[in-house]
């Protein structure tokens, strides 16, 4: 039981590139988020999925894309990086009020 | 709007001291509250929750928590911290719908 597992675990883009953050969980878990962290702000809200097929905006979506694929799998696609998307993304899944996360993808955008 | 506010970003105590980290809350309905801990390099982990259910909650590694409606607060206590404590610690509230509002953070040093 591997919980929930992201990929990359740290990515350098050039401004402009484009690139999706992979995530997965084994939990059977109906809900998936994907959060931004950045220094003295905590987690702030992307994307979710509240159930397979649904996603909604958060927090702080624009520039992002998500795909929820199946009950596993929700991605977040960056269509043209820039430096003010360099953070630390986790993901996240609950079957109830408690969330589990990733251990994280570090991303720096030059 | 449900929101979370962490008192102190930084909080130093002495190995052995009591440890006590700050949360106040808003909410319009009864929140479900939870303190979640994030060691270096690695992802949030649930330290413990309030439900509902008795108002002082125990958690892992000997950190309990009082939810305190009249105040809107639930802080984060341990009567004696350990080196291993070290970490951010981040309060956050649920209160229906699929959404977790979570505080600013506070770091917490460790002295020896």
């Known amino acids: 039981n591997a919980g929930v597992t992201q990929t990359p675990k740290f990515q350098v883009l050039k401004t402009g590139q484009s690139m999706t953050l992979q995530c997965a969980q084994d939990m059977n878990h109906n809900s998936m988020y994907w959060y931004r962290q950045d220094p003295g702000m905590g987690l702030r809200l992307i994307y979710y999925?509240?159930?397979?097929?649904?996603?909604d905006k958060g927090e702080v979506p624009n520039g992002y894309n998500v795909s929820r694929l199946n009950k596993r799998e929700f991605s977040l696609r960056l269509e043209s990086a820039a430096p003010s998307q360099t953070s630390v993304y986790f993901c996240a899944s609950t079957n109830e009020e408690t969330q589990y996360f990733g251990p994280g993808t570090r991303l720096l955008v030059l | 709007a449900q929101s979370v506010t962490q008192l102190g970003s930084h909080v130093s105590v002495s190995e052995g001291a009591l440890v006590l980290l700050r949360c106040n809350y808003s909410s319009s309905v009864p929140p479900y509250l939870f303190w979640y801990v994030q060691y270096p390099n690695q992802g949030l982990q649930l330290l413990l929750k309030y439900t509902s259910a008795a108002t002082l909650v125990k958690g892992i590694n000997g950190f309990e928590a009082e939810f305190k409606k009249s105040e809107t607060s639930f802080h984060l206590t341990k009567p004696s911290a350990h080196m291993s404590d070290a970490a951010e610690y981040f309060c956050?509230?649920?209160?229906?719908?699929?959404?977790?509002?979570f505080g600013a953070g506070t770091r917490l040093f460790v002295k020896a």
């Open positions: 999925s509240a159930s397979e097929g649904t996603t």
């Open positions: 956050a509230v649920v209160t229906g719908g699929f959404k977790t509002i």
